[in-house]
């Protein structure tokens, strides 16, 4: 569950990962300045553009921009290409923010990830400086993240540890 700002409005909403019981992550606003009534956002699937998500258990994190809601998480296990994925996704514009392939190894898929998120003292807005996520294969990925002069946001991925009998981090 997270505060943010939608649309100039304050809003308070709630992501759910579907686990084993399927492929996918809903958003929800569960309150917001204006309505107390629920109201179903997004859904992430496969079929919504999120093609190596598999069954997540992933802790979803949310920063908020100037104008947006960004989740992030892990792709899980059991990915059609079963590579390891961190995902961002947009929740306030209903896309795919940013898809990183943190492996492409087979059978593998990426946990909850750990995300440092550094926010402007003077608007309260935030800015995604890194994350660090495991995989199945037993790998420890730093996502490090840049942005330009104009707010476009790119990465660089680094493998910090692999675990050499590759038990799952």
Do not use: C
Request: glycine content about 10%; overall charge negative.
């Amino acid at each position: 569950v997270f505060d943010t700002v939608e649309q100039g409005v304050f809003t308070t909403i709630g992501l759910a990962a579907a686990g084993t019981g399927g492929k996918g992550i809903a958003a929800f606003r569960l309150f917001s300045e204006h309505s107390n009534e629920i109201k179903a956002l997004y859904e992430i699937k496969p079929e919504t553009g999120y093609p190596d998500l598999g069954y997540t258990y992933s802790d979803i994190d949310l920063f908020t921009t100037q104008n947006d809601a960004i989740a992030v998480f892990g792709n899980g296990y059991g990915s059609k290409s079963g590579n390891a994925t961190l995902y961002l996704a947009n929740i306030t514009k209903k896309n795919r923010e940013m898809e990183i392939v943190l492996s492409s190894d087979t059978n593998n898929g990426a946990s909850s990830p750990f995300t440092v998120i550094k926010t402007d003292t003077a608007t309260g807005y935030q800015k995604i400086e890194s994350a660090y996520v495991g995989d199945l294969k037993g790998n420890l990925w730093k996502v490090t993240f840049t942005y330009d002069e104009y707010g476009a946001l790119s990465h660089n991925l680094k493998l910090l540890f692999s675990d050499p009998q590759g038990n799952p981090i």
